[in-house]
Every structure is written in C-alpha cells, then in structure tokens.
C-alpha cells in the first residue's frame, strides 16, 4: 500500500487537527459540566479515553486504503445487522431501549457503528450507480440499505438514534438524483403523513415532545424545562461568558444531561456568544473541508463515502445546537467529538479517519 | 427512458451547493445564539440569578455545658423560626404590588406584633444576602406554625424552619461563669470569616471563651431551586453535614453554685462567693449576685428588653468575682503577714504592742478596738484583726514592697482566669503615684502605707484574687491560675468521646518558710475556732475551718460607728475568706470568698455562706461529727426526721 511513502505527504492535518481540537474542547467543556457533582473526575477521564481510544481508531481507519473496506463492506454490514438482531433478543433493556451491547464492564451501542457501515454499504452501492437520477429500482435499492438497520432500531425503541441515520435518505435522493416532481410528490406525501404519524405513530412522550417545542412555556418544569433552563444558561453567558468553571446553571442539575445532549449549553454559559462562534466556526471548517475532499475524491465511491460520513456530522451538529435554544424540539442527539459518550466519540473518530483516508488517497496513481 | 450518466460536474455543483447551504446554515445559527446571548442576555441573566443551588444552612449542634459532675447546664431546645425567602416573593409582589401589605399584616395578626414591627424587620434583614432567608420571628407557638402552615399557598415564600434553642435550664444559675450567647457583630465577622450575619456566637464567660469548641461547624444542604422559585431536589453529593459543638465540663459544684447562689438571693444581698479547690485553680462555684438571666440572650434582643437590663442599679451583666473591684479591707492582713514575713521585716515570734492607736510618719492611727489588744504576735493579729501590727509591719515594709509581694499573690493584675473581662484592680507604689498623681502631687506619702496595711487606702482587688490568694496560703505556697473549666469532651464521628482535661498551672511560687507559713495558717485557723475571733459564725462541727474576715468601710467614719444604722449604700462591705479542712495534718482542699456589698459585717453576714458551703461539701464528715449514735437523743431525732441520715460518698 505504500502509505508512508507516497500517501501521508498527501494527508490532510488541519482537518484531522480540527477534529482533535473539538474534542479537546469537549473533555474541558465536560469537566466543566461535572467537576462539581463528579469530584473524582471520572466522567472526564472516562471521556479522555474515549478520545485516546478514538484517535487510534481514527489512525487505524486511515491506514486501511477505503477500497479495501468497500470490498468487506457487506460483510460489515451484515455483522451490524446480526448484532441489532442479537440486541432485540438478548438486549439488556437501558432506560427503556435495548440499543447497548455489554462486553465485560463496557457497552457500546452497535447502532452508532452501524451507521459507518451502512454508509460503507451505500457509498459502495452508488460507486456503481452513476446515474444523475436514481430510477424507481435504484432508488428501492438505496431505500433498503438504509432501512434494514434503521428498522431494526426502530424496534428496539430508538427513534433518536433511527432518525440520525435520515442524513444517508437525504444523502441517498440529493446526491443520488431526484427528479423535480418526485420531489414534489415526497413533500406533499411528508405533508400527509406528518399529522397522521403524529397521532397513530407517534408515542404520546413523543408527541408531547412537538407541542413543548411548539409552546416551551407550556410546561416549565416538564418536557420545557431543558429548553428553558439551557436557555437560561446560555443567554446568562452574554457575550463573554462567565469564565472557566464559573457557571452556574449547567453545572447544576438544572440542565438534565448537561455533559451529553446539553453540553453545548455549558459552552454558551462559560464561553459566552465568543465561545459558540468559535466552536460553530470549526465545525462549519471541518464540513468545508470534508466537502472538498469530496469534490477532489479519487472515484465516486469516495466522493459518496465522505458524503455521507460528513453528512451525520452535519446532522448531529445543526439538530444538537438549534435544540439548545429551542430553534428544534429536544432530541438525544449528541453532539459531534464534544458531548459526552464512549460509542458517539469513536464513530465520529472512524468518520473523520474514513474521510481522512479517501482524501489521503485521492490521486489515481497511488 | 433517457438516462443521464452523471458526469463529475453534477455532483460537484450538488456538493458546493451543499456548502453554500452549510455556511448559510452556520451563520443563522449564530445569528440565534446572538440574539439569546446578545439581545436577550439582561433578561437570562436575571433569570440565571434566581434558578440555582441554594445553600441550606444545617445548625451544628452547640456543645452542651455541664457541671463537673455532668449535670447539663446549658443545652439546646427545639424551637422553630419563621424565614421569609424574599427569592420566591420578589415575582409574587411583581405581579400584585398589595401582596407585600397582606403578608405584613397577615403576619401581624399571627405573630400579635404591629405590622410597623414586621416592616422593621424586613429592614434589618436586607443585610442579608437576598438569597438567604430572612428571619422574621423565633419561638413560634404551635397554634402560630399551623396558622401559617395553613396559608402556604397564599404566602409561598413563608417557610418554618425548625432550630436549636440554646436553653440554660437553670436560669440565671452560673450566669455569670456560663455567659450567653447573640448574633454575630461585625466585630465576629471579621474575626471568624466561616461566620454569616445571623449566626450565634458566644458573647460572654465560658460560652465566649470556648466558643470555638462548642460552637462546632454548621453544614449545609444544597437545594435546586428554579426561575420559579420552587425547590426541586436536594443535590446530595454536595451535602456537608453539621458537627456537633464539643461539650464542656465546667469546674462548677452544682450543688455549691446552687447554695451560694440561694444564700445572695434569700438574704437579698449583693455581693459574689468564690469558692476553689487550692490544689488544682479549679473553681468549684462562682457566683455574683443578683445574676442576669441568659435565657434572655438567646432570643430576639429587643433594645427595650437591653435597656431593661442596662437600667438596673446593680449592674447585671457584671461578674462581680472577677469585674467587682472592692476594698479588701482586714482581709488584705493575710497579705500583709505574708509579705512581713517573706521579706524578713516581721518573723512568727514577733511581737507589737496595741494599746487601741499608734503613730506613724507624724500621725495617730486607732485600732479597731479602742481598748487596745495588748502584745500581739503574728497569730494573734490574724484572730482578733489587730490594726496597729499591721501598721507596724507596713510601716516597716514601705509601700513598694507591698505592692511588689502582693502581685506574687496575683492582687493589681489579673490571674488569667478562663473568664473574660477580669479586672487586675490595683495595688499602690510610687510608680504608680507618679504616674496618677492626686491634685498635681506625684509624690506617695509614708503615711498613705499605713491605710493600705489593713486593705484600705486605694487598694483595689476582686474576690478572685483574694481566693487566689487564700488558696497560696492552704497549699503552701503555690498561686495558681483559676480556671472554671475542667474538662472538654469530643464527640468523634464514631461515637467515641475524647476528653481533655485543663490543666492545672501555677502563676507564681511564694517562697516561706514552715514555721512562718504555719503561724499564718494558725492564725487564721483561730479566728474561725477560737473564743474572740472574728469568724466564728464560719465555724463548722466535725471540721476545722481557717479564715479572715473583712470589714470595709464604705464612707469615711469620725470615731467607732456601728454599721448596721447606716443606710444601704454607706454600709460597709463584708469579706470573709476561709480554707478547709484546715486542723493539723489535713490537705485543704476547698476555698471559700464571700463578699457581701454593704453587708454591714464580715463574720455577721459573709461568714455564714462560707460555713454553709464547707457544710454542704464536706456534708459527710459533718453528719458523723454531729450523729453521735451511742445519745438516745441524736437517735430520737433520728427517728423523728430531724436529723437525715448521711449519704453516702459519691
């Protein structure tokens, strides 16, 4: 493969460097989120394996050439599938929802690896569709790739994590090719099912999710309160924010799960509007960046892989941080590299290593 | 069907059109947060102020004070208080401005208080921070709790708080030596930066001078409260829990206090009794009449019930045992005897003649006794209180060295007892003349010895240190330094108690040697058991008492006046001070001052306390002296009931 010699000039380090420096910034945001009511620090250290942990995994998806990992993408794929399965039998049920696998002391959650073969799975399927549009067969195919997992999660009960994989449908009918009245004919059919899923599909905390978000006042201290108190800590950072360990509100219980979904929130509180521009101006820096290496990709297969890989980070980013001040309904929906959480950690870790890769190798004679 | 092939310009036109998308999304989504952060920021911040932890202050347990036998002197009662949380009202009165005239006088109609009173107390909190409670009023009545219980809904931010009372179950017994305890000044607050507004803190006598072991350290619970102002949950990992105060044993007899103290009230005298055992400080009863009640301290100090206390003639909060600084009179004889014979100028032998004056430095000085009591020597002077030697051995001695063996008996400076505000009174010398000099004259006239020889002139001491002195005397030389604690007990967090015991300490070393320090103590041995002396209203069946009395005049007398028709406040002072048991070969182990302010007589009025204290402590051997079970008389009386039965020893 020839790594050292003809492929590392070619790696991009500012995008692997942005991702370390967001996850840097994720273990101080998290220490700052639980140093008071996690004197031991365990969540942080825990956190600052994770990293460690992804960054070797980052490292290990960038050495293997992606082509290669096209050629056992369906076996992959079936592995994730057969473990989903093995969770809806044998799963232990966590706070309702059979989504962790325990091995020993750790548990990790086979969805969130399901999503990088998945799009694995996808990006090898459009290398060979090269089709502007897709056609009704094409599109079937694209439909079931994506919805054998996402079916199977959907059983476990885990509609956050099911609707994470939304950005590989967006993905498959952008880039993939829709036709304007195909467009048109989805939206209207959206339009129908959205009320009818509301009121047979959805379960009722679900439902009350959409009428809090719609009137957050509604309900201060139930469903609301999140947004309301990460709100409050947020808009009480100003512009400056309070300093290093000087918050108030997200340190506290007042921000359920403020060191996983809500960390954002400690960010505005501590950072201030400063800190949000920052953090928002990486990611939108590392999206660029993965969209260029996109453009520049060697073949199709992975211009598609970067696609869809950034595709979960701009979805996660965008749904996470619009949720902190009510601009989306709350969703467990971490966010990238920074919130708090061992399986999220390393996919995005693979994410990067995989986009990493394709750029790395994107001149056809190497 | 046509089918386009993609060529790579499709795909790249769908891909920076999804970057153009981002950034557009990106700078919407600041464009969010600056309108939480920049626009809106005043308004979160406000909101931020009120949704947080609250720290709930867990009262430590104060230490318990005990008697030396454990007997609880001082313990804590539950009691509960009314708090106003101004957090939760602050929006109640946004959005009804009568809501604060309808909880004052709602609050009048409960706590029978005029709503002005309320509004003043609202005042005096707002140097509390806002978000701690506010003390409105203490001791509430349980029919006061259920009614403002009741009302929670209407007054959200009312809240009852049960707390520690500090409780002295006796009263105003050992008020002095116990103190009491106040809210912190700014003075505190300085002092002890752990302290907040509001706290409690000893002020006074023990409860001041070991605040620091039994004040112990408060903990804290921390609540989640909301915009709302409601309590959510208590966060637990942050619980700091309260430890309890350490508990003091004091030196005090209860029993002693208690009869010493009944003996000032029953006669209604004014006046202090200080009784300490002279082989270790330690002081077995103080008392200072009339006492305050600390009680009084301990809840909502009102100025009038201050003035209240401020306005008595007889000066409440003064310990006269240590604070009392009085004329010593005949009592400062023992001193003078001590001094004669520590420098040399008199021996045990010596001897002066009375013939009822003499003169000294060109002037008569009289002799109690207008007959004269012929050849005196040491002994003798000490029991019949003869003047003229003691002008003889002052006259010899010189005012200097007066003052320079009086302070090795702890007179002109204080003797560190574990009290505050001890007076060191004052012993006169040339120094000191020089120094206050009287009309602009420095100098210190011969003569002026010759009055401060029998304790007058003056000389100042408390009743503390003439027991300090008395104590020298019984234990052969050793001035100790009075302490009224004996032990302090550490509660650890398993249970286990920890004591640790005051130690005993000695100030100064009086150095005599036995035959004089004997005729001293025969002396004064005499005057209680002998026919002619002057104490024998002390003496006691079954025990041998030694003491000096004391007879101060108050006013300046022309010739002998008998005291007892004068008015109260020209009267002369009483002492008398004693040792026990004190016949030949027996330790003494207890010290008795009285002191009677105007009491008319020393051995009259002083001097029965002080058998009455000897009495009750050494009750026992006092009771087999008297029960003589072989007369069908003491049998008889027996019988009767006249006579109880001795106990026996603890």
């Avoid at chain 2, 921070?129 to 029919?143: G, I, V, Y």
């Avoid at chain 2, 302070?407 to 001890?422: A, Q, V, Y």
């Avoid at chain 2, 002139?457 to 027991?467: D, E, I, K, R």
């Avoid at chain 2, 009259?604 to 008389?633: G, I």
Wanted: net charge positive; charged share 20%.
């Amino acid at each position: 493969m020839n790594i050292r010699e003809r492929s590392l000039p070619t790696l991009d380090w500012n995008f692997i460097g942005t991702a370390i420096v967001i996850a840097a910034i994720g273990v101080v945001l998290i220490y700052s989120a639980t140093w008071f009511t996690d004197p031991n620090l365990t969540v942080v250290k825990r956190q600052m394996i994770w990293v460690a942990v992804g960054i070797a995994l980052l490292i290990a998806f960038l050495i293997v050439d992606y082509r290669i990992l096209f050629d056992i993408a369906p076996i992959l794929y079936g592995i994730g599938l057969l473990l989903l399965v093995y969770l809806l039998v044998w799963g232990q049920v966590t706070a309702n929802v059979r989504s962790w696998i325990h091995i020993g002391a750790f548990q990790f959650q086979p969805s969130e690896f399901m999503k990088i073969f998945t799009a694995l799975m996808l990006a090898r399927y459009f290398e060979s569709n090269d089709r502007a549009y897709l056609n009704f067969r094409s599109f079937i195919t694209a439909m079931a790739i994506i919805g054998a997992p996402v079916g199977l999660i959907i059983i476990q009960p885990d509609f956050g994590t099911a609707a994470s994989f939304f950005p590989l449908i967006a993905v498959a009918m952008f880039f993939g090719g829709i036709r304007p009245r195909v467009w048109a004919a989805m939206i209207l059919a959206a339009l129908i099912s959205i009320p009818a899923g509301y009121f047979f599909f959805l379960k009722p905390y679900q439902r009350e999710r959409i009428v809090i978000f719609l009137n957050p006042e509604r309900d201060p201290l139930g469903s609301g309160y999140q947004v309301t108190q990460a709100k409050i800590a947020i808009g009480s950072g100003g512009i400056h924010g309070k300093g290093f360990k000087q918050g108030t509100q997200a340190r506290l219980d007042f921000i359920p799960e403020h060191h996983t979904d809500f960390i954002f929130s400690v960010l505005g509180e501590e950072w201030g509007f400063i800190g949000v521009v920052i953090v928002l101006g990486l990611y939108l820096f590392l999206i660029i960046q993965a969209l260029t290496f996109a453009k520049h990709a060697r073949d199709r297969g992975g211009t598609f892989l970067v696609i869809c890989l950034i595709s979960f980070v701009i979805f996660h980013v965008i749904i996470n941080v619009a949720m902190q001040i009510g601009v989306l309904p709350t969703t467990g929906i971490p966010l990238p590299l920074i919130s708090y959480g061992g399986s999220s950690t390393l996919m995005f870790f693979i994410a990067v290593g995989l986009i990493a890769n394709v750029d790395m190798r994107r001149f056809v004679n190497a | 069907m046509r089918v386009y092939r993609d060529d790579q310009k499709f795909l790249q036109f769908r891909i920076n059109a999804l970057i153009w998308g981002m950034a557009a999304v990106f700078v919407f989504l600041a464009g969010s947060f600056w309108f939480v952060q920049g626009v809106q920021a005043e308004k979160y911040r406000g909101l931020a102020e009120a949704n947080s932890l609250r720290e709930l202050k867990v009262p430590a347990k104060r230490g318990l004070i005990m008697d030396r036998n454990g007997k609880i002197l001082a313990d804590n009662q539950p009691a509960y208080s009314l708090v106003v949380d101004r957090v939760v009202m602050r929006p109640i009165v946004k959005r009804d401005p009568n809501h604060r005239q309808k909880l004052v006088s709602f609050l009048s109609g409960v706590l029978g208080l005029p709503p002005q009173e309320i509004e003043a107390r609202f005042e005096k909190g707002k140097a509390i921070p806002s978000a701690k409670p506010l003390p409105l009023a203490e001791d509430l009545t349980m029919p006061q709790v259920a009614a403002i219980q009741a009302e929670a809904i209407l007054f959200p931010e009312l809240n009852v708080t049960p707390v520690q009372r500090r409780n002295y179950g006796y009263g105003t017994m050992a008020a002095h030596v116990m103190g009491f305890i106040g809210e912190v000044n700014d003075k505190d607050l300085a002092q002890y930066p752990d302290l907040e507004q509001g706290d409690l803190i000893g002020k006074r006598g023990v409860e001041l001078m070991y605040d620091n072991y039994l004040r112990g350290k408060d903990g804290a619970e921390y609540w989640e409260y909301d915009s709302h102002g409601r309590r959510l949950e208590e966060y637990e990992p942050a619980r700091k829990t309260a430890v309890a105060g350490d508990n003091v044993y004091l030196t005090i007899d209860f029993e002693l206090q208690r009869r010493a103290e009944q003996y000032f009230i029953e006669n209604e005298m004014v006046g202090a009794a200080v009784v300490i055992d002279p082989r270790n400080g330690e002081v077995l009863a103080m008392a200072s009449s009339p006492a305050y009640n600390p009680n009084v301290y301990s809840k909502r100090f009102t100025p009038e019930v201050y003035k209240t206390i401020l306005s008595n003639p007889f000066k409440l909060e003064i310990n006269r045992a240590i604070q009392g600084l009085y004329s010593p009179g005949s009592v400062f004889k023992n001193v003078m005897a001590l001094a004669g014979l520590m420098d040399g100028q008199i021996t045990h032998s010596t001897t002066f003649s009375c013939g009822g004056s003499g003169t000294f430095f060109g002037r008569r000085f009289r002799c109690w006794k207008r007959e004269g009591h012929g050849s005196v020597d040491i002994e003798r002077s000490l029991k019949v209180s003869c003047d003229i030697f003691y002008y003889s051995t002052g006259a010899k001695l010189g005012v200097d060295k007066i003052n320079e063996y009086s302070r090795k008996l702890t007179f002109g400076e204080i003797s560190k007892i574990d009290l505050d505000g001890e007076k060191a009174g004052l012993v006169p010398s040339t120094k000191w003349r020089a120094e206050n000099p009287v009309r602009g004259d420095t100098k210190w006239y011969p003569s002026e010895t010759i009055s401060v020889s029998i304790g007058q002139g003056p000389l100042l001491v408390t009743p503390l240190q003439v027991a300090n002195m008395m104590a020298a005397i019984a234990n052969g030389g050793k001035v100790l330094r009075p302490h009224v604690v004996r032990v302090i007990e550490k509660i650890g967090p398993d249970g286990k108690a920890k004591r640790l015991r005051v130690a005993t300490e000695t100030l100064h070393e009086v150095k005599l040697a036995p035959p004089a320090l004997n005729a001293v103590r025969r002396g004064l041995w005499r005057v209680v058991n002998e026919v002619g002396g002057t104490g024998r209203n002390a003496q006691v069946e079954g025990l041998g008492i030694s003491g000096k009395t004391g007879t101060v005049q108050v006013i300046r007398q022309v010739g002998w006046v008998k005291s007892s028709s004068l008015p109260f406040k020209h009267k002369d002072h009483a002492w008398f001070a004693a040792y026990g048991p004190a016949d030949p070969g027996q330790t003494p182990s207890m010290v008795v001052v009285v002191f009677v302010e105007h009491g008319g007589g020393g051995g009259s009025d002083a001097a029965p306390l002080a058998k009455l204290l000897f009495e009750s402590r050494f009750r026992d051997k006092v009771m087999s002296a008297r029960l003589n079970l072989d007369n069908p008389e003491t049998l008889e009386q027996i019988r009767e009931g006249d006579l109880p039965l001795p106990t026996p020893t603890r």
